[in-house]
């Protein structure tokens, strides 16, 4: 939970907390534990986070959720041994952490230029 609220605010740019509900439930192990938390937050569909989810999805779940990294582990780990594949997940998950926080982070809300500038004598 304290990733949840640390990460989640820093890691995404806008809609962090329903965004961030729908991934900490799907984390949990099951998809549609996420799509329930995420309609719990947001009954009525009222923020974009509903259809980031899904596109999300379609990016992740040939990988992982019983695609391929899930089908591969058992082999990799056969024939290189854990330390390998730990070695590995570690690297990619710093290598994530890194991406998120540093390129994808939250930027400043940009200000208004509607009005014009007034200069003082």
């Known amino acids: 939970m304290g990733a949840f609220v640390f990460l989640a605010r820093r890691m995404l740019p806008d809609f962090w907390f329903e965004r961030g509900v729908a991934d900490v ?6 998809t549609s534990t996420g799509l329930i938390l995420l309609r719990v937050v947001d009954p009525d ?3 974009p986070a509903y259809q ?3 596109y999300k999805q379609l990016i992740m ?3 992982f959720g019983g695609g ?3 089908a591969g ?3 990799i780990i056969a024939n290189f041994g854990v330390g390998w594949l ?3 997940t570690v690297a990619l998950f710093v290598g994530a952490l890194a991406a998120g926080l540093l390129y994808f982070g939250r930027r400043p809300i940009a200000t208004s230029t509607s009005e014009p500038a007034t200069v003082s004598p």
């Open 73 to 75: 582990v058992i082999p």
């Open 25 to 30: 439930g799907q984390a949990m192990g099951v």
């Open 86 to 88: 730990l070695a590995g």
């Open 52 to 54: 980031a989810f899904g």
């Open 68 to 70: 391929l990294v899930t």
């Open 61 to 63: 779940e040939p990988f």
């Open 45 to 47: 569909l009222k923020t």
